[in-house]
């Protein structure tokens, strides 16, 4: 199994950015998927979690409204959409997926968000 992620970056407050999540190695459309996300200083904490059929599962409270997972099955790729960017969404993004029984995580992609 690998998560490779792309997308981060430096983006002003109020911007936008897409990260992406290419999987490989499990039958993808068979898992769900979840974006987590590390501020400097803190736990890892969920962001958001998709099913396998597109189904979301997860938001957290701070990203509602704002943030939209997704997912395209055909490109075995997981998508965040983070709209309004906020200063406090300066973090690490990690991909995560359970398959049988064990974990993975990407390698992660920074977001800093800063004037």
């Known amino acids: 199994v690998q998560l490779v992620e792309s997308g981060g970056g430096l983006v002003p407050p109020g911007g936008s950015l897409r990260l992406s999540c290419a999987a490989s190695?499990?039958?993808?459309?068979?898992?769900?998927m979840s974006w987590y996300r590390q501020a400097p200083g803190k736990g890892r904490e969920l962001v958001a979690r998709i099913a396998g059929t597109g189904y979301i599962l997860n938001n957290a409270d701070s990203v509602k409204g704002r943030f939209t997972i997704s997912r395209d099955n055909a490109k075995n790729t997981v998508y965040l959409q983070m709209n309004s960017l906020q200063p406090e969404d300066t973090a690490v993004y990690y991909c995560?997926?359970?398959?049988?029984?064990?974990?993975?995580w990407g390698q992660g992609t920074q977001v800093t968000v800063s004037s």
């Open positions: 995560y997926t359970s398959v049988a029984g064990r974990t993975y």
């Open positions: 190695g499990f039958t993808f459309s068979s898992y769900a």
